[in-house]
């Protein structure tokens, strides 16, 4: 079993930056392994595809939802098992609950498809004021 804790959410005005976490722990997790992914949804919302960050046997190679291409970044520790999502230029249509996800080696056709993953967290709110 893989655990995931998102943090770092909160309220901030138009234009601000955040950075949210995701701390990931298991006792036979290998988290370089794992494709991590973020996803969001907002109220009324389907769950999106925001980013992710490939397994290092991939390259680590990162991706982004054209809407946040240029805004965010996706990145990983892995002397923390942490990945962390900086979001720059941020919007009211940022507003949202993020969502981490972990999923072993996914391929890159599937990694935007919130199903692909086999662990999530329980999200963190983030809040964008006009």
């Known amino acids: 079993q893989v655990q995931l804790v998102e943090s770092g959410g909160g309220y901030v005005q138009d234009g601000g930056s955040l950075r949210v976490s995701c701390a990931a722990s298991?006792?036979?997790?290998?988290?370089?392994?794992?494709?991590m992914g973020w996803f969001r949804q907002a109220p009324g919302k389907e769950r999106e595809f925001v980013s992710v960050i490939r397994s290092r046997s991939s390259g680590s190679r990162t991706y982004y939802a054209d809407s946040v291409k240029g805004r965010f970044t996706i990145s990983r520790d892995t002397s923390k098992n942490t990945v962390y999502l900086q979001m720059n230029s941020l919007k009211p249509d940022d507003t949202a609950v993020y969502y981490c996800?972990?999923?072993?080696?996914?391929?890159?056709?599937?990694?935007?498809?919130?199903?692909?993953?086999?662990?999530w967290g329980h999200g963190t709110q983030v809040t964008v004021s006009s």
């Open positions: 996800a972990a999923g072993p080696g996914l391929i890159l056709s599937s990694v935007q498809n919130g199903g692909a993953y086999a662990y």
């Open positions: 298991g006792s036979t997790f290998s988290f370089s392994s794992y494709t």
